[in-house]
């Protein structure tokens, strides 16, 4: 494991942007993954009220206090926005999944001093994920 992803690890409790009600998403694995891990997660959803359980934060400024970490599975264009709305709310740890990164997001982050996991492995298969 690399120090960056064992950094992120470490900085909990952490948010999943992206997260869904359908389990054969994605959003909702990473969540899920979370979980099995008893680690401290909250979803975030615009719509949904509670997600596996769990309340959802309406957008990243509606987050906990201390959220220190963010999951992202997100479009690269919403990526983008996630990236200038997690650095407003103070969260400088991003883990763009796979597919949820672009260039843009990746040199605005750098821009913003955010440390950033991209274009390498999934949450789910760091931590082990089990359906």
Not at 19 to 32: F, I
């Amino acid at each position: 494991m690399d120090d960056s992803i064992r950094d992120f690890l470490a900085a909990g409790p952490w948010a999943v942007i992206g997260a869904s009600t359908d389990r054969s998403k994605y959003g909702n694995k990473v969540l899920r993954c979370y979980q099995q891990h008893a680690l401290a997660v909250t979803p975030v959803h615009p719509r949904e009220e509670r997600i596996e359980g769990l309340a959802c934060a309406k957008s990243i400024a509606d987050l906990p206090a201390g959220v220190r970490g963010l999951s992202i599975i997100t479009p690269p264009p919403v990526t983008e926005k996630v990236v200038e709305e997690a650095a407003a709310a103070g969260i400088r740890r991003l883990w763009m999944q796979p597919g949820a990164e672009s260039e843009r997001a990746l040199a605005r982050a750098a821009e913003l001093g955010l440390a950033v996991i991209a274009r390498g492995p999934c949450l789910l298969v760091v931590l082990g994920y089990r359906e």
